[in-house]
């Protein structure tokens, strides 16, 4: 047997930029490959002044004093700074005047006669929405640096409740939907987390995931204990039947939607924790990684610029096939995408359900 294996893909095309008529936003944008070659170099010949000046692009409520601390093996980035990740993925695109724009296509997973349901949501809803559940989220007493953990299916609310964490200084903790409760009780105490967003099911392939039920079966193990959860609010999405516990739930519905749409982003030092994200804890305990303000958020938009040549306003619309419940689903679904102002697909189940062509289907309508 041979010792290493043949390609049997190849790919020689070259996709040029946008013509330089064509570019628009933010001043990063550039309009040849000469000029990303450059940029790239200038990145690694000069990485302080290249990512100071990029960061000037973005909003500061504090101007950093100091591009890069570095003392091995810890970085500070934008040392001195305060900012917001939702204000600078969704409050200043309003700002701009570009509050209509669209910032998330979401579609169902069900069919129905008339086809899959469609939600379209720009960036003044995402302001609106993001502030009801931040205001939702205050009301049951989570304040600046507490976790909050969500465990969802891909639906809008999943969006809305990440963006509304950073939005008040919270911390969110996003555990995949396809984890059992051990999962949950394992994040939850680690991170002390007394707040839990969920849904009563998730479509996947055809069937309905209990989330709402693994939530309870995880708060049980928890009752009694020093990391009892305290809330649990849950959207309404399959209408499976659902256990309810009157001391701790509260329906989405109620919650969010009354609360004010009114809720300022809090400026926030660019090494606050914006949020933990677990490994799988398939070789060992699950560990938290954290994931930073500032340099998070300058980075991930700028490398979604330039891997995916965003453009806005010319009727692009970004896919990303991925869950939110892992770091590319929250890097290029969310704080990568929307800060570059051009409309980020969800797609609420699996790209392949039902086969053979919902994928292409998807490619096809949006």
């Not at 509260?250 to 660019?270: G, Q, R, T």
């Amino acid at each position: 047997m041979s010792d290493s294996a043949d390609a049997v893909m190849h790919e020689s095309r070259v996709f040029q930029p946008p013509k330089a008529s064509e570019v628009g936003g933010p001043p990063w944008h550039v309009a040849s490959l000469d000029e990303y070659r450059k940029i790239h170099e200038r990145s690694i010949a000069d990485p302080e002044g290249f990512w100071g000046e990029i960061a000037k692009e973005f909003h500061w409520f504090t101007p950093f004093g100091k591009v890069l601390e570095w003392n091995l093996p810890d970085a500070k980035w934008f040392v001195g700074g305060t900012t917001n990740l939702c204000y600078n993925a969704v409050d200043r695109q309003v700002d701009q005047g570009h509050g209509g724009s669209p910032a998330i296509i979401w579609e169902s997973e069900p069919i129905g006669e008339a086809g899959p349901e469609v939600l379209t949501l720009t960036y003044k809803d995402l302001q609106e929405q993001t502030s009801r559940c931040a205001n939702a989220l205050r009301a049951m007493g989570v304040k600046k640096g507490d976790v909050v953990t969500i465990y969802m299916g891909m639906v809008p609310e999943l969006a809305v409740a990440c963006l509304a964490c950073v939005r008040i200084g919270a911390v969110h903790s996003v555990i995949f939907g396809g984890f059992s409760s051990s999962a949950i009780v394992d994040r939850v105490t680690d991170a002390k987390s007394r707040v839990i967003v969920t849904c009563d099911g998730s479509w996947r392939r055809g069937s309905i995931v209990p989330l709402k039920d693994n939530v309870d079966a995880a708060c049980a193990q928890l009752t009694d204990t020093p990391d009892a959860v305290q809330h649990v609010l849950v959207v309404r999405r399959c209408g499976n039947d659902i256990t309810w516990n009157s001391m701790t739930d509260a329906w989405w519905h109620d919650a969010v939607d009354a609360a004010s749409p009114a809720c300022p982003c809090e400026p926030l030092d660019a090494e606050h924790m914006a949020f933990l994200l677990y490994t799988s804890g398939s070789t060992g305990k699950p560990k938290g990684i954290v994931h930073t303000t500032g340099g998070y958020m300058v980075f991930t938009a700028l490398t979604s610029k330039y891997t995916f040549n965003l453009v806005p306003d010319q009727g692009q619309v970004y896919w990303c096939t991925a869950d939110i419940g892992w770091i590319t689903g929250h890097s290029y679904i969310l704080y990568g995408i929307l800060p570059n102002r051009v409309p980020s697909l969800m797609y609420e189940g699996a790209p392949n359900h039902p086969e053979p062509d919902r994928f292409w289907d998807i490619v096809d309508r949006h």
